[in-house]
């Protein structure tokens, strides 16, 4: 039988009646925290992080943005693995994957990854397990919602993994309290696992692009409840706030200038809606808000007209304020819509999230 794989589109009547029947019966078994209840969260030591890593933006058309998003910033290809083409952000090793959207999908950002001094997936798997998180063997596409798979951990096996692909090679994901989808990944990984049996396959974009990226910057998240979202980041990975915007905190992690941003409102109790990644944030070389909207309307974008909801292959300029946490004149964010919609930030490669007409004094 061919195992499910993370590209799996479809599955006729008794595959889905076996693959119900068969995680009834896992349930029982696999749905079991590896660690007492009363262990988890205040008395297990944080998991070490290096930085952001990579993110996943599923696309109606890999082929479209692939030619979208080469020609914009002339990203070299990192990996092709089955339906999926992961580009390569400044120097790398972070990148970024387009995956074709899944039936009854829109095209979002999926997930963001963290990267892991030391990588061990068995005992990162443990750890995940002492801090309250269920080890399962169900994945992203076994019929959950986002919302149900909240607070698990789990596996993915590759597209086109031989027999002889040992398990070490897996993706490693969790997914938080609002159901967001997080990987926990080698600092070298590069979007075709995590064993040694890994290999990166370069190459070259086919022109070199009107923007030059350094690195992932950030991830802005809308969740149930921020204070309890955040609280959940910082006890899993010791995190401590960089900056606020109003206020919202800041996650700092890295080199000191990547964050993750949790906002939204104070709803008590267990989230009655998923999280959802709003967008993410690059930083890039010669930034100026207006080179930037030169650039990006020279590659054909059109202005968001004011007050409405940008479409499709659209740019503009929010400006934070200082209440906000922003600069006296406002800090200008410039963001824009790929071909399906989703948000993307470029800022100044020393933009922090903080105030400065950078951003940069965090």
Not at 124 to 132: M, N
Not at 186 to 206: F, H, K, R, V, Y
Not at 334 to 357: A, E, K, M, N, R
């Amino acid at each position: 039988m061919q195992p499910l794989t993370v590209h799996e589109t479809s599955r006729n009547p008794l595959q889905r009646i076996r693959s119900t029947l068969l995680a009834g019966l896992l349930g029982t078994v696999t749905l079991l925290p590896l660690s007492g209840p009363g262990f988890a969260q205040n008395n297990a030591e944080p998991i070490r992080i290096g930085g952001l890593h990579s993110f996943e933006l599923r696309v109606s058309d890999v082929e479209r943005s692939l030619e979208f998003y080469q020609g914009l910033f002339g990203s070299p290809v990192l990996n092709r693995l089955g339906d999926t083409v992961s580009l390569q952000i400044g120097d790398g090793p972070q990148y970024f994957t387009l995956s074709p959207t899944r039936r009854d999908e829109q095209p979002h950002i999926s997930h963001f990854a963290l990267s892991v001094p030391d990588f061990n997936l068995f005992g990162l798997q443990s750890d995940l397990a002492d801090h309250g998180l269920t080890r399962t063997v169900a994945t992203m596409f076994d019929g959950r919602s986002p919302l149900e798979l909240a607070n698990l951990t789990w596996t993915e096996r590759l597209p086109e993994d031989g027999d002889d692909m040992t398990t070490d090679n897996h993706h490693l994901y969790f997914a938080d309290r609002d159901g967001i989808r997080v990987q926990l990944s080698s600092p070298d990984a590069c979007g075709s696992g995590e064993g040694p049996q890994a290999t990166c396959n370069l190459e070259p974009a086919p022109e070199e692009g009107l923007i030059e990226l350094r690195e992932i910057n950030h991830f802005t998240t809308y969740v149930a409840n921020y204070q309890l979202t955040n609280d959940f980041y910082r006890n899993l990975f010791g995190l401590e706030n960089q900056a606020f915007q109003g206020t919202f905190p800041l996650l700092g992690l890295g080199d000191g200038r990547q964050f993750l941003m949790f906002v939204g409102g104070t709803q008590p109790g267990e989230p009655a809606q998923p999280g959802r990644i709003d967008h993410a944030s690059l930083n890039i070389e010669n930034f100026t808000e207006e080179s930037v909207l030169a650039r990006l309307t020279e590659y054909g974008l059109t202005p968001r007209p004011e007050g409405e909801e940008a479409r499709p292959l659209q740019h503009w300029v929010s400006r934070r304020m200082p209440e906000r946490g922003g600069a006296p004149g406002g800090t200008p964010e410039v963001y824009f819509s790929d071909p399906d919609g989703i948000h993307i930030q470029l800022q100044h490669h020393t933009y922090c999230g903080g105030g400065g007409v950078f951003g940069e004094d965090c």
